[in-house]
């Protein structure tokens, strides 16, 4: 796609967008290679740090069925006794997205009532980030 990018503004378009695509099919460990890379301007094109910028800023979340499983696996059956969790995430990064929750019960520093943000990962991250780091060390060695 690179060639014909330069012919039409429609492929330049497309060649970009499949570009943000496998990076973010790569994992979250090039993710975060990329969204470094796009806060320096003196290493990489404007055009570069501008169209990859958009893996800082909008990154693909996870299902609310997933958070919801991983609380219970994390947490236990009664996590709906510990805060109330809005369904709808505030951000959602490569790692991880965050929700907004009030707390229901008292907690050690924090009384009932208070409004928190939990940060919830992303289902596999774990696996993933070692996969990543695997292939990083395979591709360096």
Same mark, same amino acid.
């Given at each position: 796609?690179?060639?014909?990018?330069?012919?039409?503004?429609?492929?330049?378009?497309?060649?970009?967008?499949?570009?943000?695509?496998?990076?973010?099919?790569? @994992?979250?460990?090039? =993710?975060?290679? !990329?969204?470094? +890379?796009?806060?320096? %301007? #003196?290493?990489?094109?404007?055009?570069?740090?501008?169209?990859?910028?958009?893996?800082?800023?909008?990154?693909?979340?996870?299902?609310?069925?997933?958070?919801?499983?991983?609380?219970?696996?994390?947490?236990?059956?009664?996590?709906?006794?510990?805060?109330?969790?809005?369904?709808?995430?505030? @951000?959602?990064?490569? =790692?991880?997205? !965050?929700?907004? +929750?009030?707390?229901? %019960? #008292?907690?050690?520093?924090?009384?009932?009532?208070?409004?928190?943000?939990?940060?919830?990962?992303?289902?596999?991250?774990?696996?993933?980030?070692?996969?990543?780091?695997?292939?990083?060390?395979?591709?360096?060695?």
């Amino acid at each position: 796609l690179a060639p014909l990018s330069y012919v039409s503004p429609k492929v330049n378009h497309a060649a970009w967008e499949y570009a943000i695509w496998a990076i973010e099919q790569s @994992g979250p460990t090039f =993710i975060k290679l !990329v969204q470094w +890379a796009t806060t320096r %301007q #003196d290493l990489f094109s404007p055009e570069f740090c501008s169209r990859f910028g958009k893996l800082r800023d909008e990154t693909r979340g996870h299902a609310w069925k997933d958070t919801a499983k991983l609380l219970k696996q994390d947490i236990g059956d009664n996590w709906e006794s510990i805060f109330k969790l809005d369904t709808k995430p505030i @951000g959602s990064g490569c =790692i991880a997205q !965050v929700y907004r +929750a009030i707390l229901l %019960q #008292d907690a050690k520093h924090y009384p009932k009532g208070t409004e928190v943000a939990v940060k919830v990962q992303h289902p596999g991250i774990w696996t993933k980030v070692c996969l990543d780091f695997y292939l990083l060390g395979k591709v360096a060695a």
